[in-house]
DNA sequence: TATTATTGTATCATTATGTTACAATAGTAA
DNA sequence: TTACTATTGTAACATAATGATACAATAATA
């Protein structure tokens, strides 16, 4: 779904469109030591669903998923990658799309190319929660955060496209360094053991987290942060850009 | 493409496939120290290309990807996974395609729905080399095995597709355990470290290789293997299939 | 029976990770 | 100022994983 939903259901048949495909995308957050994912309401309906959205046929699949992120949170430079194509038959259902349609008011014809079946690429995205600004496309009502642990009954196959988007980012989060996308610019040892030990689901042994993390030759220690508690004052970090 | 190109290229329209979508599957064997993938070779045009077909209206798009495997081997119940998208508005390019129909006394109409843009789904497979047997389709002259290291020219971003199917490969050759499947159902120590330095392209240490591979208790020890040769006879490992 | 090439594994060295301990604070309260 | 507390940074040692070397145990052959 996106901003632009209006014409796609005026036009019946899809023009301008790439038939048959679409995204949806797994935004993550962390807050308050939550994972977090950005997700749509819509109207009259109590049907969640994640941001998504159609290809245009002058645009890359991929650059589709940028104005997907970038409309929903107003953000670009943000770590996306695809994770899995959603292609089973079983997936097409028109119920929920009629019924979004319908609450609008608007009955459309049988052959409406959305009520057809698509193939959803599946992406995700990790976002600095504090810099996103959550924003509704045109038939949602509301674009909020959901921890991941406490969400709303979801469309279609959704609650799996998520499942499967959070076992790519554990897998990934030990490869590829990945994880301080979530984080802001600046941030202390603790806050990124809090964020790895959320995402994994287990407790990490402080000293050898802080000795891994600190050979590994991608933190800049900034200056000290004085939280005002009684105690040591953690450094805060940066992550080291490559150039 | 596959067996039911005649159909495809008669009906203009495309009527029964999801309109705009491919598979392009990358087919990993083993022989002679060398990786190798499967190519297909057209006819009278000199292009060669990655097997690969199109989603029927009834299929997953799993399956319609299980469906080429099988009809350019023979082969069922293979390791097979996505990898990646391949969605570039750049990929469009009639040409190739028209030189094949025009190949075989063909004149498409401009909008074919072949000629149009296609968004394609990469998938790798690893089969044993010995167990596949390479079968052309329709319009294809030839379906053969090309040396990773000695390609031809290849039709499109075909090329592409394949550097990335090797990178995922040697990505998740450490992390899953999936190398077994390159190889016949029984094995030496030295054939799997073989494949591994063929894959990884790097030289690995036998008393390691051996030690962490006998750790991992994946691997039966069946029986010895008398090569011949004027040493030691090695045993032969087959994998454990977990239950 | 000696020779040769290769395999399986033991041994030790090096590196990485798990575990415990403790000094160095930054605040609070006496 | 001075104890007291909680948390951080890191040292120190233990254990596990990996790298490197060495050598005994063979299958064939001469």
Redesign the interface.
């Known amino acids: 779904m996106n901003n632009e939903f209006k014409n796609q259901e005026a036009d019946a048949r899809g023009d301008g469109y790439?038939?048959?495909?679409a995204i949806d995308a797994v935004i993550f957050g962390f807050h308050d030591n939550q994972l977090k994912v950005l997700l749509l309401a819509y109207k009259n309906t109590g049907l969640f669903a994640l941001p998504g959205g159609f290809?245009r046929?002058?645009?890359?699949?991929?650059e589709a998923a940028r104005r997907v992120l970038l409309d929903r949170t107003g953000l670009t430079n943000i770590f996306l990658d695809?994770f899995?194509?959603f292609?089973?038959?079983?997936r097409h259902d028109a119920a929920p799309l009629k019924a979004i349609m319908a609450a609008r008011g608007v009955m459309p014809p049988e052959n409406h190319w959305l009520l057809k079946?698509f193939?959803s690429?599946g992406y995700y995205a990790l976002v600095d929660f504090t810099k996103a600004i959550p924003t509704p496309d045109s038939i949602s009502d509301s674009c909020d955060w959901y921890a991941l642990d406490d969400l709303p009954v979801l469309m279609q196959d959704h609650q799996l496209i998520i499942q499967k988007a959070l076992e790519t980012l554990r897998?990934n989060l030990d490869?590829k360094l990945i994880g301080f996308n979530l984080l802001t610019e600046d941030f202390t040892m603790g806050e990124l053991q809090n964020l790895y030990e959320t995402i994994l689901n287990k407790k990490l042994i402080r000293a050898a987290f802080q000795r891994k993390m600190l050979s590994l030759g991608i933190l800049e220690r900034i200056a000290k942060k004085f939280t005002g508690g009684a105690h040591k004052a953690p450094y805060v970090y940066r992550f080291i850009l490559e150039k």
Chains 1, 2 share one sequence.
């Open positions: 790439l038939p048959g495909l290809i046929d002058y645009e890359d699949v991929n695809q899995y194509v292609g089973d038959r079983s079946r193939v690429v897998i490869q």
